[in-house]
């Protein structure tokens, strides 16, 4: 039986050049878990645990239908209070607004055949046999961004203000607008990966 593997079938999704570029994102299914914090905060390991024991349930759910498929990597959609934090654009916005303050919501990219009825499923099994309560919270999430500007951040976290400015700056050239929330596609596994030679994509929706 052969897995469906959602980074071959969506290859451009997942791909990104080390210059701004315009992409236009398509309709797609995520298994999604929100939360606020600092990254490097226990809440938040506890939020990517719930996140995989619900995606790796579900998986498994469909292997058994002969459905299988590859869990995909791990995504990220992050914001800030725009009221309180007035005029900082997402360029600035990590050097200048803490981690405390920041809002996200993981997600795990799902095939179009997994339902909201099979993942609630899973969660009330994984909530009972595993005792993770952040499970009942882990939800079907849907998202068409359409327009973005994007690029491939290569390095540490804690550098990719420095393509943030580049995509600002491609942004303003174009005379375009902010149409949605930052977004990171982590395509290295950052537990086991040297911070420089992480691979990244930064998303921003835009008009």
């Known amino acids: 039986m052969e897995k469906l593997d959602l980074s071959k079938q969506y290859k451009a999704y997942y791909t990104a050049t080390t210059k701004p570029a315009f992409v236009e994102i398509e309709a797609a299914k995520y298994?999604?878990?929100s939360g606020k914090g600092d990254p490097s905060h226990p809440d938040y390991a506890s939020t990517l645990q719930a996140l995989y024991g619900t995606a790796y349930g579900v998986?498994?759910?469909?292997?058994?239908?002969?459905?299988?498929?590859?869990?995909?990597?791990?995504e990220g959609l992050w914001w800030f209070d725009e009221t309180q934090y007035k005029a900082i654009s997402m360029a600035y916005?990590?050097?200048?607004?803490?981690?405390?303050?920041?809002?996200?919501?993981?997600?795990?990219?799902?095939?179009?055949?997994?339902?909201?009825?099979?993942?609630?499923?899973?969660?009330?099994?994984?909530t009972e046999k595993k005792q993770?309560?952040?499970?009942?919270?882990?939800?079907?999430?849907?998202?068409?961004?359409?327009?973005?500007v994007q690029m491939l951040h290569v390095g540490?976290?804690?550098?990719?203000?420095?393509s943030l400015q580049q995509i600002l700056q491609f942004?303003?050239?174009?005379?375009?607008?902010?149409n949605g929330l930052h977004h990171e596609i982590y395509l290295s596994d950052f537990r086991t990966t040297a911070p420089e030679k992480l691979r990244t994509i930064l998303r921003e929706p835009v008009k």
């Open 31 to 33: 298994l999604s878990v």
């Open 59 to 74: 998986k498994f759910w469909y292997k058994a239908q002969k459905q299988d498929f590859v869990v995909a990597k791990l």
């Open 93 to 126: 916005a990590p050097t200048q607004i803490p981690r405390s303050e920041w809002y996200y919501r993981m997600l795990i990219r799902l095939p179009e055949y997994v339902t909201a009825e099979v993942i609630q499923r899973i969660a009330d099994e994984v």
């Open 132 to 148: 993770i309560a952040l499970v009942k919270q882990v939800e079907l999430y849907e998202m068409q961004e359409g327009k973005c």
């Open 156 to 162: 540490p976290f804690d550098k990719e203000p420095e």
């Open 171 to 178: 942004s303003e050239a174009h005379q375009l607008q902010k």
